[in-house]
């Protein structure tokens, strides 16, 4: 067991003997490890110059900051600095302890992850404020009461505090709270008390460099602090009432100081403001700046410094700038906010975008934030053209994919030797990935029929309502904003989306897979070069900078609908990370076809097979087929299981159908599961109504299918089930944008509520009202007023069917 064995330079445990230089002796306040890991598995220790300590995993040449928020995660050695207003409570007496301990909890887990961590923190002088003014009113009240014979107090006032002296009383008790906490995670820290002087005295810099090395070597968290007990006097400030402040600026420059010194990382600075803002934060245009580069400060007004504290963030960037320059990656961000202090550590080194994050590589391209707006802007030129000049760009669009077919093959085919060289793609998502001259066709003649039928999409009135004389009220459709389409392995999606946001006048911002990027490019340089023959070329934005598919849900004041196309975890994933964004789409395909007693035989083999083998990948492919038990040991049966071994279709089979076999296909896992590939479930029901109640419990309400010749069972089965698309003798492959007369499709969703089914154009639509009037008020309506309410509906307009 390590212990502080008296401080003696010889340091015994069982097994092992080494020497540790006094200056690391001296900073071990309290050194042990616990039980439960005294025995350490040989595999996972290593000595070095006698010392053990865990293997770290992770490793990073340093000499040059990261470039990027995704790089981050790679970080071995980080330094998070506190700021007061972080370690701090709200009366500026005491801790916030609820937060101490979330910063803990992280900075422990990223310790047991094999990182080097060191915390710089402020604090004592708030810690010692409070134990001050309790040993001061304590005193005061035994003085009074013996003075005046009286148990009843009266107000005591408190004299100013000297915050050298709050700072004296409140190392002890900062560093023994900070060894509480560590040690319910088996993780030692260690106190060390520097000065400026430190800095400029090279055998006491030696000396530093050589504590902090050897406490990380031992996986030890080094505290550090400023010595405020023996600074020079601080200049006064109000800023905590009663106590002279501690500059915030020297914990500032300290921790930057101290990362270039130890070659750090990463260096995280929390405070009490989100981050650095293009204007002060509260006002109206304040913005927060995601990244900041050198030399941007010229742009950036600096507001008020926080609650406590002088250095304010002037200083903060000062001092990131400084560490940046030397090697050491910074983010700024708040650790006091109740909704993200729990995670902001951890999420800051998982690459999230929290906060202001420091980089010397300045993008050549916008930013995801600018592409929004300029999205948002484009969308509005949009939709202010007129029909025939939306058709037009679309009408552009499905020629150049006919024009250009040989460069998109091309780029294609980059993306699909890349794909085979990595072998990271199943064999469904290459397919998916796969453009060919019959699929640029079909693309071209879905362009052409949005095109076409689009003509009245914006603007349409839908009702209209004469609610008085001369007041006039309106519905008309307008588009929803800005969608956000992300879409994994499929750039035919690319130009179908495109075409459906210029018909409904939407901005568009795509996000597509890595997988599909040198296709993505030239789909979307023609979509611009079609968009820019009515100067809208910012309308639709591809989003190529490196950002993660969470960040970009959380950009609720920039986006309105997000539709996400590709695999079911990818859809589940977004619909989680999104916040405030409604999602439109579907997280599973798992698609049903019921064979019923009446069905006929020509039918059931055609159906089945065109639903499962035409195109296996796709989410409208049929994933469970439900047979009537009646049908077993038939020769509709056999023909049946015959289709699919020729089709080498992989059978699972159903609990109910494999009871009836003696030697049965491999018993299926879960019936809710989607294949994706020439793989089905076999299930038995003993009814049309048992067939309802499977689809319900086991299916995902996308796309279901009856095969009967009886018109009674199949009405029932038509209007019993719940879902999106309901097929009486077609195949599920049926339900689809393009197959429904829609054009194209950005999606399949299966929500309840605004589009259900394949979503074209309408579904990409909302409302607004218009109301004209004649010097209307509520008032003329009153019981006396002298106008009443008619609510008359007026006829519709015509609409354009050409």
Known sequence: MLCRAALSPLVHSPGWCFVLPPHAIAAISRLYVPRHNQRLRNESIRCWSNIPFITMPLSRAHGKSFAHRSELKHAKRIVVKLGSAVVTRGDECGLALGRLASIVEQVSMLQNQGREMMIVTSGAVAFGKQRLRHEILLSQSVRQALHSGQNQLKDMAIPVLEARACAAAGQSGLMALYEAMFTQYSICAAQILVTNLDFHDEQKRRNLNGTLHELLRMNIVPIINTNDAVVPPPEPNSDLQGVNVISVKDNDSLAARLAVEMKTDLLIVLSDVEGLFDSPPGSDDAKLIDIFYPGDQQSVTFGTKSRVGMGGMEAKVKAALWALQGGTSVVIANGTHPKISGHVITDIVEGKKVGTFFSEVKPAGPTVEQQGEMARAGGRTLAALQPEQRAEIIYRLADLLTDQREEILLANKKDLEEAENKGRLAVPLLKRLSLSTSKLNSLAIGLRQIAASSQDSVGRVIRRTRIAKDLDLEQVTVPIGVLLVIFESR?????????????????????????????????????????????????????????????????DKLIDLIIPRGSSQLVRNIQKSA??????????????????TDASVEKVTRIIRDSKCEYPAACNALETLLIHRDLLRTPLFDQI?????VEQVKIHAGPKFASYLTFSPSEVKSLRTEYGDLECCIEVVDSVQEAVEHIHKYGSSHTDVIITENEKTAEFFLQHVDSACVFWNASTRFSDGYRFGLGAEVGISTSRIHARGPVGIEGLLTTKWLLRGNNHVVSDFSEHGSMKYLHESLPLPQRNTN
Not at 581 to 591: L, R, Y
Not at 641 to 645: G, S
């Open 491 to 555: 750039p035919d999606c690319l130009p179908q989306v495109s075409a459906l946001a210029v018909a409904s006048g939407n901005g568009l911002l795509l996000k597509g897979g890595k997988e599909a990027a040198h296709s993505n490019q030239i789909l979307h340089h023609l979509t611009q070069e079609a968009l820019s023959i009515h100067g809208v070329k910012d309308a639709v934005q591809l989003v190529n900078t490196r950002e993660e598919v969470e960040d970009l849900c959380r950009l």
């Open 579 to 596: 916040k405030g964004i409604p999602v439109m789409g579907h997280s599973e395909g798992i698609c049903h076809v019921y064979v019923d």
């Open 641 to 645: 299981i015959d289709m699919l071994r």
